[in-house]
């Protein structure tokens, strides 16, 4: 089955630098791959995402870069804040059907510091 | 987005007994949807796919008769954590896939077995 790993684990950074989450994943029939934020108790929130016939998307301050070659997508968070603090996860699945499981990487938590 | 709501949000319930977890999707129709499991600092395990009509789909080492999961219509799936124990406490998530978009999740439940 697939396997997504994501580092770094923890990340902080001051308020207004970029700040870069990095996944890696194993099935090369994944096509697609969103990211979710997810603050203390709540549920995870799509933020972006990409599919594999597209190498970079961007949504304002977030970005999300995919290699296909290999096999790797970044989160990019620039000019960041401190509502930017919290957990972010990365996935991957085979397709965007009702039926199509999410792989999820481990989750990075980032802090924006003052 | 697509709305996924999740019911209750935290729940405390006695050793031995049943909780239902309500998931509803408000502006579509999810013929699947997900149940997860998250623990503190952890990413998102799995447990199993809710499928309309049918029976659910468990991942390998859930207890299917510990969880029990209907599906009983386009809008709703729950989740019955039966005889529960303290081990069962933990934080459950629902998703549910938008055809074409990325897996909306609902607020999660927080389950607390005294």
């Known amino acids: 089955g697939e396997n997504v790993e994501q580092h770094p684990s923890t990340l902080s950074v001051q308020e207004g630098d970029s700040a870069v989450i990095k996944c890696t994943y194993s099935d090369s029939a994944s096509n697609y791959f969103p990211w979710y934020k997810q603050e203390l108790g709540k549920g995870p929130q799509l933020i972006i995402d990409i599919r594999s016939n597209v190498g970079e998307k961007k949504d304002q301050r977030i970005a999300v870069t995919l290699n296909k070659t290999a096999k790797h997508f970044s989160l990019h968070i620039t000019e960041t804040q401190p509502e930017d603090s919290a957990v972010y996860f990365c996935?991957?699945?085979?397709?965007?059907?009702?039926?199509?499981?999410?792989?999820f990487g481990t989750g990075t938590q980032l802090k924006v510091e003052l | 987005g697509a709305v996924v709501s999740q019911h209750p949000s935290w729940v405390i319930c006695k050793s031995g007994t049943s909780v239902k977890i309500e998931c509803r999707s408000l502006?579509?129709?999810?013929?699947?949807m997900f149940w997860y499991r998250q623990f503190p600092k952890q990413s998102l395990m799995l447990m199993a796919t809710s499928n309309e009509g049918s029976k659910a789909t468990y991942e390998q080492g859930v207890e299917k008769d510990k969880f029990l999961i209907n599906h009983a219509s386009l809008t709703l799936s729950t989740l019955t954590v039966t005889s529960a124990h303290p081990e069962d406490s933990s934080f459950y998530i629902c998703?549910?896939?938008?055809?074409?978009?990325?897996?909306?999740f609902g607020q999660g439940t927080r389950l607390t077995v005294v």
């Open positions: 996935a991957a699945s085979m397709g965007t059907g009702g039926g199509n499981k999410l792989t």
């Open positions: 502006d579509f129709q999810a013929t699947t």
């Open positions: 998703s549910a896939r938008f055809p074409g978009q990325g897996a909306f």
